[in-house]
């Protein structure tokens, strides 16, 4: 590893390439994903649509809604920036309104840009500029009078569109909204619902909302997660029964590679594991499975070391599929890097040995990329593994 034949023929036909699927959110994954698809247009992105911060949290209070800013951020990521995919989208797609502007500014931006006379919409050809003015349209009747528009990015007001537009179903706006900037992969939401994320910590006290766990807008957790869950009431916890869908299933049981990717420990990766099925879909697929631990310090594992997070991983994947299947229905790979630094320490091998894991040390981590993997590298690595 890493095997350079394999890579070359990934990357010489990446039509023909592998279905690796991500269980993954936020923007971890991202610069990663750039690199992906020059390698294979089959990898498959399961997102978490809990996002409760920033712009997503905005949109969410609006309009009573699953979170979309992470959604389009992968879309964007995976989009054909190439002449021969549509540039003027991708342009229009990944534009912000102004943050230092007022609102009844941007409102009249907005109102041009859904009749069509905005030079950014105007740039799109049709049909495919009639079908951004619609989605964008439905946003604009729907928007409460109230609602800031500032720093707001178009694509996501284009989602939000679509999504109010085919009955609060994100699947059809996240299929046209791929096809108009030629995503090489396949983008999903782990689930169609409004729901949040809530979590017990060790010292007795509840978190709830996803933004409240990360770090970034809130100060770090000062006790570690015991529990997490997926909740119906965004102010407390009442419970979720979610369910992985069958669509979502299938690409599951059909990937040839999955991957527990680094990002944000409980609200990226395990968020996304809590549907009933998801467990159940892992174990059924025979395919080779890694971990890919974060580098550094992630502030939602406070107290865990790298025992801990695979036995935390396994934990929540078997509470879907049954506790008595043997590890290695769920994991079969850690992949490290040979200079590896964390918070989280090298993994015994007593436990590697005792669940059937395989430790894979390799260069992952570049002079330029320090200290954050290298995506060139780190998806040589994946590729090796199909």
Do not use: W
């Amino acid at each position: 590893m890493p095997d350079p034949l394999r890579a070359g023929r990934y990357r010489k036909a990446p039509e023909l390439g592998p279905h690796i699927l991500f269980f993954s959110g936020g923007s971890a994954l991202n610069q990663f994903s750039q690199t992906l698809k020059s390698y294979t247009h089959n990898s498959v992105h399961m997102v978490t649509p809990f996002d409760s911060g920033g712009s997503s949290a905005v949109l969410r209070k609006a309009f009573q809604m699953p979170s979309i800013g992470d959604l389009r951020s992968r879309l964007m990521a995976l989009a054909d920036e190439t002449i021969t995919g549509h540039p003027e989208v991708y342009k229009l797609f990944t534009h912000r309104l102004n943050k230092s502007s007022k609102n009844a500014e941007l409102l009249m931006q907005l109102d041009a840009m859904c009749e069509g006379k905005d030079e950014l919409v105007r740039a799109v050809p049709n049909p495919m500029r009639r079908l951004i003015r619609t989605q964008l349209g439905y946003f604009r009747k729907a928007m409460p009078s109230s609602f800031n528009l500032r720093g707001a990015s178009i694509g996501n007001l284009i989602l939000t569109g679509g999504y109010l537009n085919n009955h609060q179903h994100l699947d059809p706006i996240i299929f046209l909204f791929s096809k108009l900037v030629g995503v090489r992969g396949t983008v999903r939401a782990t689930v169609n619902d409004n729901l949040t994320l809530c979590a017990d910590l060790a010292d007795g006290s509840r978190i709830i909302g996803q933004h409240r766990l990360t770090g970034k807008e809130q100060k770090p957790l000062a006790s570690r997660v015991k529990k997490l869950y997926l909740s119906t009431n965004p102010r407390q916890l009442s419970l979720a029964q979610a369910k992985l869908r069958k669509k979502n299933r299938k690409l599951i049981t059909n990937a040839e590679l999955i991957c527990y990717p680094p990002g944000s420990f409980y609200t990226s990766l395990i968020a996304n594991l809590l549907p009933d099925g998801v467990g159940k879909a892992i174990a059924s697929n025979d395919c080779p499975k890694v971990y890919i631990p974060n580098l550094g310090l992630d502030p939602e594992q406070i107290g865990m070391t790298m025992d801990s997070s695979i036995q935390t991983l396994l934990d929540y994947l078997r509470a879907d599929a049954g506790p008595k299947l043997a590890a290695n229905r769920f994991i079969n790979f850690v992949l490290m890097d040979s200079g590896y630094q964390s918070q989280l320490n090298q993994p015994s091998i007593t436990l590697l040995q005792k669940k059937g894991i395989q430790l894979i040390v390799t260069k992952l981590v570049s002079k330029s990329s320090t200290p954050l993997y290298d995506p060139e590298l780190l998806v040589l690595a994946l590729l090796s593994l199909t």
